[in-house]
């Protein structure tokens, strides 16, 4: 079982249009409403793949009814934290080329009781656990410590962390030890204070991650692949994608893969690859099932391409 934790949800509406002309009035071809957020997309996907999941989130307004009710539909179990403030919805038009442009709303203000609550459902729900998964942006009122408080009464608790955030809260939670950080190329060189131009590059500042504190790092590089440094060594893997139809959720996805096959090792940044490849194939922020996996497409080594640039550098 994996829980999740998603202190910011959203109701995620996707608009698929021919062409996005700013200024223009433009009929969308298809559009959808999934339930969002970082923390609930991963166990989307866990749901999806057969496992179970428990989605700890606050939940606010119709907006977080309808986003509860959403999720009950998926076969997630829902611990919601009730909160004054109505559970945002973020908007997001897909062009047929992939490009997506989104627009995020900043989500309710919780206060110090909300907060506390959030962190005793956690408490209460983890029994059995075998991930948590910490995920997103801290809404309005959680300080930047507020993920690494989480972590450490998780590992006093037993339980093991992935941790899926940027900026001072991930530099704050570095001192807690998650057991897995995953940052994107920007939120990694954003935490070592450096560009990053090649996969070498790249590589280094995960080390230099778990040298702050994270015990292993999962590390996306977009369309140049993924790299995981962890105790058994580092790997660099990638997968073929044929075309690329919406990119929302697809990290969500490969976080979900990986913690299901285990969360160490190659074999789960395997997994971790074929669950994101699926991903960016599906429209809106469908999240993959067994059939839409191709393990065939991806490609993992122990030699990492060091001097290989990536196709947009960190500057």
Known sequence: MILTVTPNPSLDRTYEVPRLERGAVLRAAADRVDPGGKGVNVSRAVAAAG???????????????????????????VAGVPVRGST????AVAEPDGTLTKVNAAGPELGRAEAESLLTTVRDRSAGADWIACCG???RGLPPE???QLVAR??????????????????????????????????????VGRPLATVGDAAEAAAELRGLGARAVLASLGADGQLLVDDSGTYFGTARVPSVRSNVGA????????????GTGPEALAAALAH?????QLPGSAM???????????????????????????R
């Open 51 to 77: 496992h179970r999941t428990v989605a700890v989130l606050p939940l606010g307004g119709p907006e977080g009814a309808l986003l509860a009710r959403l999720l009950g539909d998926l076969g997630i179990d």
């Open 88 to 91: 945002r919805v973020n908007i």
């Open 251 to 262: 990290g969500d996805a490969s976080l979900a893969g990986f913690l299901a096959a285990g």
């Open 146 to 148: 507020w993920y690494g």
């Open 288 to 314: 993959p099932t067994p059939t839409d996996l191709d393990p065939s497409s991806v490609t993992v080594t122990s030699e990492v391409p060091s001097v290989r640039a990536l196709t947009e550098p960190v």
């Open 276 to 280: 994101g490849a699926a991903a960016v």
């Open 154 to 191: 998780a590992h006093d608790a037993g339980a093991r962390i992935a941790l899926d955030t940027s900026g001072p809260a991930l530099t704050a939670a570095l001192r807690m030890r998650p057991d897995v950080v995953k940052p994107n190329a920007e939120e990694l060189s954003l935490a």
């Open 137 to 139: 942006s801290l809404p």
